[in-house]
């Protein structure tokens, strides 16, 4: 497949496309089934990696990289990154340890978990929180949405206010639309393919019809 003029590009699909982009390079864009094979076969491949852990930009970076070489350069590979933990992060650098490792593989099924966590990181007090939280062994059971009564939550122990009320944490129980999971960076990236094979096949089309 050969890359078209960006002239062409421009008239036929206006901003959808950007200066750099040729969606196939000079190979066939590989179908969904074989991106998805190739995520799953890289973070299977991964050491103390299970399914459900927190990704990050580093992660991301490395598979739109062998993406490419595959024959799809994702147009919106920025908007993965800015949606993705920058390997700085401070969550990042406390779940990627022996006992971030051991707290995630026990919350994985709690639903916005890492949504949580990140705003708990961000509030006043909150990453001295996540720092103890991850010591405990029974860490868990504060993250489970299904906890028994009476235990805490794990906003709840935040420090309080000077008038001893509990800080509250705007929208802690709703999504940020981050990406921090497999599933979840599978999805979006699913979503981007589907765009990326409509807009080459724009291009296809227009070029063929105005071959002579």
Known sequence: MKCFSYSLVFALLGSLLG???CLGEDKEMPTWRHIEEFVHRYLDGLSDYKKGDLLS???VAKMTAHM???GWRVREEKRLFKDTLPDSHFLVQQLHTRHGHRFMRNVQRHP?????????????GGRALVRDLLKLPDAAKYANPNRA???PQMKDFLPKHGNSRQPQIR???KPTGKIYTEDQLLKRLKEMHQRDLAALAQIQTASAASAP
């Open 19 to 21: 200066p750099a982009s």
């Open 112 to 124: 916005q978990i890492y949504s949580k966590l990140e705003r708990i990181s961000s509030a006043h």
């Open 171 to 173: 929208d802690y129980n």
């Open 68 to 70: 490419k070489k595959m």
């Open 57 to 59: 930009q580093g992660h």
């Open 149 to 151: 009564r009476g235990v």
